[in-house]
Nanobody, 128 residues
Framework: VQLQASGGGLVQAGGSLRLSCAAS????????MGWFRQTPGKEREFVAA????????YYADSVKGRFTISRDSAKNTVYLQMNSLKPEDTAAYYC??????????????????????WGKGTLVTVSS
C-alpha cells in the first residue's frame, strides 16, 4: 500500500486546514486509517483514526472537538479536517494504514505498533 498525503501548509492560529491521504489499490483492506504527527525531538504521536468498515472514529484528547477524521471508501481516501488550529499543532503529519491482518487493537494502534504503512509527512505550521 502506498499512501499519498496532501493538504499541509501555513495557517494562522484559529484557522483551518484539511489533510487528505489516498491509499493505492482498488480497495483498501486494512482495519483502519489514521493520522499521526511529529515535531523535531519528539516521538510520533497519535492524532486520529477511523475504523474503515464501521466508521468509528478515535481522537487524541488534544484534538477532540477541533479535528474531524472521515473517509471516502470509494476513493480509498481519509481526510483530517483541522479547525481552531493552535501553534502547538505545528508538526509533520503522517498518514497511517495497516495490512488488515489479525485483529484491530486500538491500544497498539495508538502507539503506532498496529501501523504497517506510513505516508510521507505533510507539514502543518500554525503561526501565533
Amino acid at each position: 500500500v502506498q499512501l499519498q498525503a496532501s493538504g499541509g501548509g501555513l495557517v494562522q492560529a484559529g484557522g483551518s486546514l484539511r489533510l487528505s491521504c489516498a491509499a493505492s489499490g482498488r480497495s483498501y483492506g486494512g482495519w483502519a486509517m489514521g493520522w499521526f504527527r511529529q515535531t523535531p525531538g519528539k516521538e510520533r504521536e497519535f492524532v486520529a483514526a477511523i475504523h474503515w468498515s464501521r466508521g468509528t472514529t478515535y481522537y487524541a484528547d488534544s484534538v477532540k472537538g477541533r479535528f474531524t477524521i472521515s473517509r471516502d471508501s470509494a476513493k480509498n481516501t481519509v481526510y483530517l479536517q483541522m479547525n481552531s488550529l493552535k501553534p502547538e499543532d505545528t508538526a509533520a503529519y503522517y498518514c497511517a494504514a495497516d495490512n488488515g491482518m489479525g485483529r484491530f487493537d486500538l491500544g497498539r494502534y495508538y502507539r503506532g505498533d498496529g501501523v504497517n504503512y506510513w505516508g510521507k509527512g505533510t507539514l502543518v505550521t500554525v503561526s501565533s
